[in-house]
């Protein structure tokens, strides 16, 4: 059909720190604390910052728009800054340098999108520190340790959540936090399949 349009569903602002919220650190090491968000309409001078235990803030930093990459208004010294956001991810985590035992608890990502009226979202991370590292039944370590592993960890992360992104796409049903994305214009040809989909949601009783 001429002029046909799909539409898929898509969640506004979502932030995730991947398939788990749990981290477990070596005393001493440094950890990377995962983080990426998402948003169908894009942003402006997006606000994102990192929490300790809810109140003590590590990291606050600001991104223009999708062109630039974030700048540091403010961070503890032992945090550092290991996202971008001009490449395909949206990818704010930080590193935490020289992990001690008082640095176990909860890690908050929260990000604050202005272009969306000012729409806010975030997610935690749960840090264990630990003397040493152990190992799970089917030998895959629970601990990754230093930015070499974490960097192979966030190469994960982003897979996992394309993967969740896609799913959301699909079976996103919450009316609250939905827009909606214009995926094709005018091209018959590719979107013949769809179209007949389309049409074959309410067949003819005849």
Not at 21 to 30: D, H, I, Q, R
Not at 37 to 63: A, M, P, R
Not at 110 to 122: F, I
Request: charged share 20%.
């Amino acid at each position: 059909l001429p002029g046909l349009h799909i539409f898929a569903i898509a969640v506004a602002l979502e932030v995730s720190v991947g398939k788990t919220n749990t981290v477990t650190a070596l005393n001493n090491s440094n950890v990377l604390l995962p983080c990426v968000f998402t948003t169908c309409t894009g942003f402006q001078d997006l606000v994102f910052t990192w929490y300790f235990n809810s109140t003590e803030l590590i990291y606050h930093g600001k991104i223009k728009n999708k062109a630039t990459e974030p700048t540091r208004i403010w961070h503890n010294p032992r945090v550092e800054f290991v996202g971008s956001t001009t490449k395909k991810d949206n990818n704010i985590s930080i590193v935490l340098n020289s992990v001690e035992f008082s640095d176990a608890g909860k890690y908050t990502c929260h990000v604050k999108n202005p272009k969306e009226k000012n729409a806010q979202h975030n997610a935690t991370i749960f840090l264990t520190v630990v003397h040493k590292m152990e190992k799970t039944d089917n030998t895959v370590t629970l601990i990754i340790v230093g930015v070499v592993g974490g960097l192979i960890g966030l190469l994960i992360l982003f897979m996992l959540t394309k993967r969740v992104v896609l799913f959301i796409i699909k079976k996103t049903q919450d009316g609250k936090k939905e827009c909606l994305v214009s995926s094709s214009g005018n091209d018959n040809t590719e979107n013949g399949l769809a179209g007949s989909k389309a049409e074959q949601k309410a067949p003819p009783k005849a």
